[in-house]
């Protein structure tokens, strides 16, 4: 594809229920992230993959939020018993591999706006 | 610790007029500065890296490691300028996360 696919584009549940996401990258891009755009809290990283090194989870506010990311592609951000706090727009970017000491641009896809009930 | 503040949550500026937002960052390290625009509708995206030192739109942004500053600016501003902007950060060694601040609505009125 042109460019990072999510899906699905919306999602609404309700509370207590578990959600995954869905995250398609650019074809060869090594690195994948994942970020939270929130009200009031702006755009925050969540956790991200760097080909098959194991991934940074810093940004993971709570222990029902995890990741993983198949065959160093796809990857699905999974959010158990979701609370209403859970609520926002989730973005996934990748990157291509760096070569030298700048990092590569991110690019990102749509996002997938949740909504908790 | 990483930190990005742009102070200005709203701008609004005439077309024509010079237009700067504002960006300061702190970083123990040596940074990557970027401007990320998201127009109505579209999917966030990278105008420019303090790295390229280039201009794009009509926008440059020049990296003041003195001041912490990373200002964007635009001599004269277009209706299709309005937009929300994203300055951000990372550090400068390999694929690692952006750290970004709250955002500034910019908007061009006619």
């Known amino acids: 594809g042109a460019g990072v696919s999510q899906s699905p584009s919306n999602k609404v549940t309700e509370k207590g229920k578990d959600v995954e996401l869905r995250c398609d990258p650019i074809s060869g891009h090594t690195a994948l992230y994942w970020y939270r755009q929130s009200l009031g809290q702006g755009l925050e990283f969540l956790i991200y993959?760097?080909?098959?090194?194991?991934?940074?989870k810093s940004g993971l506010p709570s222990d029902r939020f995890s990741a993983e990311r198949t065959g160093g592609s796809v990857s699905t951000l999974t959010i158990q018993r979701t609370q209403q706090e859970d609520s926002a727009v989730y973005l996934c970017?990748?990157?291509?591999?760096?070569?030298?000491?700048?990092?590569?641009?991110?690019?990102f896809g749509d996002g997938t706006r949740l909504s908790i009930l | 610790a990483q930190r990005v503040t742009q102070p200005e949550k709203l701008l609004s500026v005439f077309k024509g007029a010079p237009v700067e937002l504002k960006c300061n960052y702190s970083y123990s390290g040596s940074p990557e500065l970027f401007w990320y625009v998201q127009y109505s509708r579209q999917r966030l995206q990278l105008l420019l890296r303090h790295i390229s030192r280039e201009s794009i739109k009509g926008f440059t942004a020049d990296l003041n490691k003195g001041e912490t500053s990373f200002h964007l600016k635009k001599p004269f501003a277009q209706e299709e300028d309005s937009a929300m902007y994203y300055c951000?950060?990372?550090?400068?060694?390999?694929?690692?996360?952006?750290?970004f601040g709250q955002g500034t609505r910019l908007t061009i009125n006619p």
């Open positions: 970017a990748s990157s291509a591999k760096t070569g030298g000491r700048s990092n590569q641009p991110q690019h």
């Open positions: 993959f760097q080909g098959n090194s194991a991934p940074d």
């Open positions: 951000a950060l990372s550090g400068s060694e390999g694929a690692q996360k952006l750290v």
